[in-house]
C-alpha cells in the first residue's frame, strides 16, 4: 500500500474510533495535534463533538485567540474553561512532572462537564510519536481514561500534518508551542508574573519576525533568547533591538544563546 493509501487506512480508523465514543469532547489546544483531531471529529460527528480549551496565565493571548479561529475556520464549536493549575502549590513548584499536574487539573474539569451534559468520552491530541512513558500528560490522561484517538489509529506526527495539509489547516505546518511555563527552568517557581514577562518578552521577539524561537525566564528575571538555526542569519541586524526590547519589555540582563533553538528542550 503507497503512503496516500496507507494515510487513508489511518484516517478510516479515527473516524470509526470517534464513532464509537459519540458524543465526544476534545481538549483543545489550537496545536497541530488537536487542532487536525478536532477537525476530523467535526467533519465525522458534527454536532456531537464539543472542542474545550483550557485558559490560564501559562497560555499566550495571542494563542488562545488564535486557537479559536483556527477552530471558527473549520466549523468547530468551541467553549473556553477557566484552569487553576498556578494555584496547585504542586504545580507552581515546578517540578520535572509540572505537566502532570496541568493536565490533571484540566481532565478533572472535562470530566466534570462531560458528565453533566451527557458526553461519552473525551480525547485529546497524543498522536503515535508520542513516547508516553516520558510526558507526565499521558500519567494524567490515563488516570482520568481520556482517549488518544489519534495513537489509537497509529496517526504519527508526520501523518498528522499531511492531514491538516488536506484539510486545508493553517496549523498543518505550525511549529510546536508549549505553554509558557515550559520558559521557566525546573525548580524555579512558576509564577502569573513571570509568565506575563514571558509572554511579553515572546511577544516583542515575535513582531521582529522571528517565528520559531524561545524567550527563556532565567534567574534574576533575566532572559536567555534561543532562535531557530534556520533563522539566526537574521540576528545580528537585530541583536541591539532585541536585547532593548526585551529589557523595556521587564528583563534585566538578556543573552542569545550561539547554539539556537534546540526542539528538544522544549
Known amino acids: 500500500m503507497n503512503a496516500s493509501g496507507e494515510l487513508e487506512k489511518k484516517r478510516a480508523t479515527l473516524e470509526a474510533v470517534l464513532h464509537a465514543h459519540a458524543p465526544l469532547v476534545v481538549a483543545y489546544s489550537g496545536g497541530v495535534d488537536s487542532a487536525c483531531l478536532l477537525a476530523v471529529a467535526q467533519r465525522t460527528l458534527g454536532d456531537r463533538v464539543l472542542g474545550v480549551i483550557a485558559d490560564s496565565p501559562s497560555l499566550p493571548r495571542q494563542a488562545l485567540a488564535d486557537a479559536l479561529a483556527v477552530a471558527r475556520g473549520f466549523g468547530a464549536a468551541v467553549e473556553v474553561v477557566r484552569t487553576d493549575e498556578l494555584d496547585d502549590p504542586r504545580y507552581a513548584a515546578n517540578p520535572m512532572n509540572r505537566c502532570y499536574f496541568c493536565k490533571a487539573e ?3 474539569r472535562l470530566d466534570a462537564l462531560a458528565r453533566e451534559r451527557h458526553f461519552a468520552a473525551i480525547a485529546y491530541g497524543e498522536n503515535a510519536d508520542d513516547p508516553a512513558h516520558l510526558r507526565p500528560g499521558s500519567q ?3 488516570e482520568f481514561a481520556i482517549l ?3 495513537k489509537q489509529a497509529g496517526l ?3 501523518d498528522v500534518r499531511a492531514l491538516s ?3 486545508g489547516l493553517p496549523t498543518a505546518d505550525a511549529p510546536a508551542q508549549p505553554c509558557l511555563s515550559s520558559r521557566i527552568p525546573h525548580g524555579t517557581p512558576v509564577t502569573r508574573e513571570a509568565l506575563a514577562l514571558v509572554e511579553r518578552g515572546e511577544a516583542f ?3 521582529l519576525g522571528f517565528r520559531v524561537f524561545r524567550v527563556r525566564f532565567l534567574e534574576g528575571e533575566n532572559a536567555r533568547v534561543q532562535i ?3 533563522e539566526m542569519a537574521r540576528l545580528p541586524a537585530v541583536r541591539d533591538d532585541l536585547a532593548r526590547g526585551l529589557v523595556q519589555a521587564g528583563f534585566g540582563a538578556v543573552e542569545i544563546d550561539p547554539d539556537g ?3 528538544a528542550a522544549g
Open 228 to 230: 531557530a538555526p534556520d
Open 106 to 108: 484540566l481532565f478533572q
Open 205 to 207: 521577539v515575535r513582531s
Open 148 to 150: 488518544a484517538p489519534l
Open 261 to 263: 533553538y534546540r526542539a
Open 165 to 167: 495539509r488536506e484539510f
Open 156 to 158: 504519527t506526527k508526520a
Open 140 to 142: 494524567a490522561a490515563a
